[in-house]
């Protein structure tokens, strides 16, 4: 699944924003305090490495996009779920067939029924789904992004989406700048290491640009001692993109479903698996990680270049 990419930044330099996890945008504190030089080194090498990626893979496409209503939700017996059928869908529909796949807020969905006409189609949802990603919260009448999968001769225009849902992240604030909004959203903190600065991010399936990356501590603003694991990240919403997504039709407190950069998580992956010894010895990545970590340890002082 791709997903279409409202004017994103070239991404800027790793350590942008005063700090590893440093950022634009308002609030929080920049930076992360590691507690040991392993975690932060891994976190170095592998925004490092995604950036550089990032460069050379290029932007990503877009489907056709637009805002779909459910108008029924009904359990389902042929798997423990429920069924969703979605109305005010004319758009996306007319080249659709059964087994299709559509993007309902982020998350890759199988056609089960349609009728291109009248506008609607139907959906299944397992427990999987459910229990990973915001749809569950769902009501009838509730507002949904709809989007199918781009064509491989389409044109990209944004970054890969696949529609796997990672996680979902909640609403912390929401503040106009001029006709545009900014919006603050908390996420566990094993999705926030593959963040960087500039980056990518899907929220209920739109793509959009990474404008703050902080870690609240005890008396901050945003630090919520219930939650303590938990990064922030924000992003821009122009005037464009607030009347074509859901996300900016939500109240603070409310949640999106999240999917980070897939090049960013395979980044982390192999870094992780490198540096915990499940890697190749002696290889590229292995040399280039120990030569930046080797580059950190001397620029704080604790080993002699």
Known sequence: MLARREKADEARGWREGGGLGGGGGSGGSGGIAADDERSESLMV????????????????????????????????????????????????LPDCAIGDSIAVNGCCLTVTRFDAKEGWFEVGLSNETLGRTNLGK?????KVNLERAMAGHGRFGGHFVQGHVDTTAKILSITPDGDSLRLLFSLPLEFYTPLIPKGYIALDGTSLTLTHLSLPRPGDEHYDPSEPSR?????????????????????????????CDV???????????????????????????????ERVLVKKGLVKA
């Open 45 to 92: 090498i592998a925004r490092f490495c995604h950036q550089l990626l990032s460069r050379q893979a290029g932007g990503s496409g877009s489907g056709s996009r637009i805002v779909g209503v459910i108008s029924s939700i009904t359990p389902t017996t042929a798997f423990e779920g429920y069924s969703f059928i979605i109305s005010q869908a004319q758009d996306i």
């Open 138 to 142: 769902l009501v009838v009448g509730s």
């Open 263 to 293: 090049v960013g998580k395979g980044v982390e992956s192999v870094v992780r698996n490198v540096l915990e010894g499940g890697g190749e010895q002696g290889g590229a990545l292995e040399l280039m990680i120990e030569r930046a970590v």
């Open 231 to 259: 990064g922030v990240f924000g992003v821009m919403l122009v005037h464009h993109t607030q009347s074509r997504t859901v996300v900016a039709m939500k109240p603070v407190g409310e949640t999106v479903n999240v999917e």
